[in-house]
Structure formats: C-alpha cells, structure tokens
C-alpha cells in the first residue's frame, strides 16, 4: 500500500512556475520579434526628430535642468527660473558671440590645445597672416553689444546664428592654417643646425600632433555646442528621451545593488516641499544622497514625472507623441506579442507579414485596451471637478447643501472606482496585449483578465513581477557586455 502513494518524479517547474519566466531570454532572441521592436523604435525615433524640427522653427527649446526643475521645484518657482532664463537669454547669446569674434581674432585659444611646439609656433604665424589678410567684423565692448542688441530689438536666436556662423569660419580657418603650419615646421626643422635623425624625429612629432590637432578641433566644436545649448537649450523630445533613458538606466542599476524601495521616504519629502512658499534648506531632502538613494521604484516615479512635465510644459507635442508611439506599438507591440504567443504555446513561427495582418485586424483593441482605464479615470475626475464648481453657483449651493452627505458618498465611490482602475492598470497592463494577442479579443475582455488576475492573484503577480524584473536587468547587462 505504501507503494502506491510513493512520489517517484516531481515537476520542479509546476511546483516553481515563476521559473517559466527564464526561457523568455530564449523567446526575445528571435529575427522576428528583434526586426519589429527595431522597426517600432526607429519610427518612434523618426517622428520626435520630426517634431523637434518643426519646434524648433518657433524657438520652443527645453532649458537645461527643466526637466529636474519641474520635479523639485514648486511652480512658482520654476516658472520665476523659466522667466528669468528668457530675459538672460538675449545677453548671454551676445556673451558668446563676443566670446567666439575674440577668439576668431586669437589663434591662441586653439593653439594652446597642440602638442608640439614647433606645430604650435607655425599655426601661429599661419593664423595670424590669414587673419590679418581676411575682412573681420569689428569688435566692440561686451557691455556695449548688450546695449546694442536691446536697442535694434535683435531676437537671441539669430545673435546666436551669428555666433555659430562666426565658429563655422573660424574651424575653416583653423584647417586652413593646419594645412600650412605642417609643411612650414617642417621647413624649419630643416633648416636647424642638428642632425638628420634629430630632424627625423622632431617630424615624426610634429606629424603625430598634426593628426592630434584634428580631435583637439573636434573637442573645440563639442565645448563651443555645449555653451550654444546653454544658451538656445535643447529640443524637447531629446530632452525628454534622455531624461527618460537616464532615470530608467538608474532604475536598472538600482535592481543590480538589490535597492527597491530605496529613497522612497526622500522622494516623498521632494514632492510634498514642491507646495511649500518657502523652500526648505538644500541639503533638506537629499533625493540621491548616499545613504538613500534612489531606488527602483523611485526612478520610475521619477520617469512618470518627466512625462507630467511633457504634458504640462508642451502639451501638444506630447499629445502627437504619445498618439502616434501609441498607434506604432499597438501595431507593432501587437505582432510581436503574437509571434511569442505561438512560439510559446505551439512552437509555431510565423513570419512579420502574417504577424502584422493580425495586429491590423485588432489594431483597434490593442489601441483602446490602455486607453479605456484612463479615459474613465479622467471622466469620474471630470464629473468630481464638475459637481465641486457647482457648489460654488450661488443659487445651487443652497439646493447642494440638502444633499452634502449624498454627494460625499458618491464622491467616494468615484474615488474608489479611480483607485481600482488606476491598481488594474498598474498592476495589469502589461498584461493587455497579451491577452488580445493570444485569445483574438476584445479590448473590453483584455482589461477584466488583466484586472482579474492581478487583483485575484495579488501575491504571485507580484512575485513574477519582481522574478522578471531582476532577470530582465541581468539578461540587460549581460547583451550589454557583447554590443
């Protein structure tokens, strides 16, 4: 009898399901789903260049720091830094102006940056018979082009077009003056009383800083675009992307020193001073000090306030990017899911083409599947704000007040409902396209099983959650090693 009830196997992988989770390493490395996230991202890319172009015809430029700016500061203060950033504007970009037809005028500055000194002494002379020979504007006091500028109405944007058209000269003059300075130190290291292997090798090293001068030109261009970024600023979907790459490499670095919940209590204190009239001390709420830094979940929270940022500051151009990035991975999002969900339950592999035809067929679904949780959050906001301005209307307020308790309750019940689908989105959204892609539903059934489980299932959502995330960054960092 006892043989009978004797285990003689036991399935690790059903007792330990989360460990199913491992073979999705495996799954992501396939052409198919690589060709269309690459495809997904460049598009995605493509369109924020785009409208960072047709931005940028209008001056809308993101200041450096905005971003954090907008994090920890209240908004009275970041708009005083916002207003006091446009009117330095214009004399900051006659600063470097008159900074750049100085050292147009000065080879010194380039100079100093040479290696050898027979280089250095020929590019001197060089230059400075270029210059003298070339028609330059003249230059004045600083204080004075201030003046000027303010009196002729001369907008900060073509002030700092001058600038960069001054630089572009002076690089060309710079090559100009390298072409001629080489073969004339040379002439003169012949011409020394030493010997021919002397000769030789002060060639040989004049040769070598020659092709050095061509980085040191390099990093003369970087330093020059960092002060014209100071001040003209960046385009706004680059500055968002690389906050958001920023925040999200920290997020991964968090998971890789086991550091979750770290900074929690900091960040909180961060958001609750951003309401203060007077602001606490520098050192009061240290958002990366070392003894709390910032961890996992606070660099996310940190991410979702650069996109409250993008909708506050440039609202239409965050609308057009989230539409279209919506629109992009619904129907590339939608194939690739597809494809790991045959590869995962039968082991079949379809191609891109069959993948996007049924992505196009339930493009609507994957579109609206994020999209109903949020516009019913917005609409119960809508219908609270509503009811809260008519209590102000002189002659309903009175009629309001019979049915304070009432309306309480309802508020309540608002406010439950909003927590419920903002928890189901939260927890369950990533659960969405999934469902869709592999059950060929609806939107409105990819919400309740993505809701359903996690708020059923609590525990080991979270579980797999948190498997997923620590095998996702060490699967990131080991790709990361080879590319």
């Known amino acids: 009898m006892a043989d009978e009830h004797e285990i003689k196997h036991v399935n690790w992988t059903e007792v330990f399901s989360f460990t199913r989770i491992f073979k999705s390493c495996k799954m992501a490395l396939h052409v198919s789903k690589m060709t269309l996230a690459l495809a997904a991202i460049v598009l995605v890319f493509i369109f924020g260049w785009g409208l960072d172009r047709i931005w940028s015809i209008g001056n809308s430029y993101v200041r450096p720091g905005e971003i954090m700016d907008h994090c920890g500061k209240s908004d009275a203060a970041f708009e005083a830094d916002k207003e006091g950033f446009e009117k330095g504007r214009l004399n900051e970009a ?3 102006k008159y900074q750049t037809m100085l050292q147009f005028r000065s080879p010194d500055v380039y100079s100093a940056k040479l290696a050898n000194a027979d280089l250095r002494a020929a590019f001197n002379d060089a230059a400075r018979k270029i210059n003298d020979d070339a028609k ?4 004045t006091d600083l204080a004075q082009m201030q003046k000027q500028a303010k009196k002729d109405k001369v907008s900060w944007s073509r002030i700092l077009s001058d600038a960069e058209k001054t630089f572009k000269e002076e690089l060309s003059r710079i090559d100009e003056a390298l072409d001629k300075a080489v073969p004339n130190a040379k002439t003169t290291i012949n011409k ?18 020659a092709k050095l001068a061509i980085a040191q030109k390099t990093r003369l261009a970087m330093e020059f675009q960092a002060e014209v970024d100071k001040v003209r600023g960046k385009p706004i979907f680059a500055s968002f992307r690389a906050y958001e790459v920023g925040w999200l490499e920290n997020a991964l670095s968090a998971v890789r020193q086991g550091n979750i919940t770290g900074g929690l209590t900091a960040y909180s204190a961060r958001m609750d001073n951003k309401d203060r009239t007077t602001p606490p001390a520098v050192d009061a709420v240290p958002l990366a000090a070392v003894e709390n830094a910032p961890g996992f979940l606070v660099c996310l929270l940190m991410c979702v306030q650069g996109f409250a940022w993008l909708f506050s500051e440039h609202w239409v151009f965050a609308a057009l990017l989230t539409a279209f990035s919506l629109g992009v991975w619904a129907l590339f999002g939608g194939a690739i899911y597809r494809v790991a969900a045959l ?3 039968r082991e079949e592999k379809i191609s891109i083409v069959h993948a996007l035809k049924f992505s196009i067929d339930k493009f609507a679904s994957f579109v609206t599947a994020p999209l109903l949780p949020v516009a019913i959050i917005l609409v119960l906001a809508l219908v609270m704000d509503v ?12 009629i309001y007040g019979l049915f304070v308790g009432a309306l309480f309750f309802v508020f309540l019940l608002m406010g439950l409902a909003a927590a419920f689908l903002l928890a189901g989105l939260v927890g369950g959204g990533a659960l969405m396209y999934p469902t869709i892609a592999v059950e060929g539903s609806d939107s409105f059934d990819a919400i309740s099983r993505s809701f359903s489980y996690v708020l059923s299932r609590p525990w080991r959502a979270g579980l797999y959650g948190l498997v997923a995330l620590v095998y996702g960054t060490i699967t990131y960092l080991v790709v990361r090693l080879f590319v």
């Open 387 to 398: 009811l809260v301005l008519l209590m102000n209307v002189p002659y309903l307020s009175a």
């Open 94 to 96: 006659v600063t470097l």
């Open 192 to 209: 020394m009383e030493i010997t021919t292997e002397e000769k030789t090798t002060l060639i040989a090293e004049v040769e070598k800083a």
């Open 343 to 345: 590869h995962a339950a």
């Open 136 to 139: 330059t504007e003249k230059v």
